[in-house]
């Protein structure tokens, strides 16, 4: 069964870089089949997607992040990640790392996790 | 970029009823659609794909349906289980910002 964790600090300083990585377990990151995205969602309201990579490294941002995300993966690790820079409050969110089956809809989520910014 | 609107944002069902959902796309997405459904706490689940098709262990009661800019899921008998918040997604980019079944 695919399992997909996210981890890293749950709080972040105002300007500073979130750093999250996901860890892919009983399945291939390598799979052709599949892109690998992170997905967010402030407290209380709704979904929004952040971007996607394949196994190869390609990758697909939201344009209104763009600026700000980097998305990698290390298939040896079996493990994705991403970084959003200058983060202020309106990046508090649980983040949820995502399997978008054939780069189109999720078909697995993480369980999320929450990153708070904030001084 | 493709915004996507849905209809309406709250509902207030009783169980047994027959709910839509409406879900618009600014422009057309043919049929690159899926529905996901959120209880408090936990991730998403997919629901439906490729605007019709529904998941492996998704109950038949729920379908969708639709293509280009107009989209509808529906629950055909809604279950005390179907309470939750509903989303369309136009494929790997945005949401739709959600329905909220809540109980009468």
């Known amino acids: 069964q695919l399992q997909l964790q996210e981890s890293g600090p749950g709080l972040v300083k105002p300007s500073e870089t979130l750093s999250l990585t996901c860890t892919v377990s009983?399945?291939?990151?390598?799979?052709?089949?599949?892109?690998w995205g992170w997905i967010r969602q402030p407290p209380g309201k709704g979904l929004e997607w952040i971007g996607n990579?394949?196994?190869?490294?390609?990758?697909y941002y939201n344009p209104s992040l763009k600026s700000r995300v980097t998305i990698s993966v290390d298939t040896s690790k079996t493990q994705f990640s991403l970084k959003l820079s200058s983060v202020t409050a309106a990046d508090t969110a649980v983040y949820y790392c995502?399997?978008?089956?054939?780069?189109?809809?999720?078909?697995?989520w993480g369980q999320g996790t929450l990153v708070t910014v904030s001084s | 970029d493709i915004q996507m609107t849905q209809s309406p944002s709250t509902l207030s069902p009783s169980v047994g009823d027959r709910v839509t959902i409406t879900c618009r796309a600014s422009q057309s997405i043919g049929n690159w659609l899926a529905w996901y459904q959120q209880k408090p706490g936990k991730a998403p689940k997919l629901l439906i794909y490729?605007?019709?098709n529904l998941e492996s262990g998704v109950p038949v009661r729920f379908s969708g349906s639709g293509s280009g800019t107009e989209f509808t899921l529906t629950i055909s008998s809604l279950q005390p289980d179907d309470f939750a918040t509903y989303y369309c997604?136009?494929?790997?980019?945005?949401f739709g910002q959600g329905t909220r079944l809540e109980i009468k």
């Open positions: 997604q136009q494929y790997n980019s945005s």
């Open positions: 490729k605007a019709s």
């Open positions: 009983g399945g291939s990151i390598s799979s052709s089949s599949y892109y």
């Open positions: 990579i394949y196994y190869s490294g390609s990758t």
């Open positions: 995502a399997r978008l089956s054939h780069g189109d809809y999720v078909d697995y």
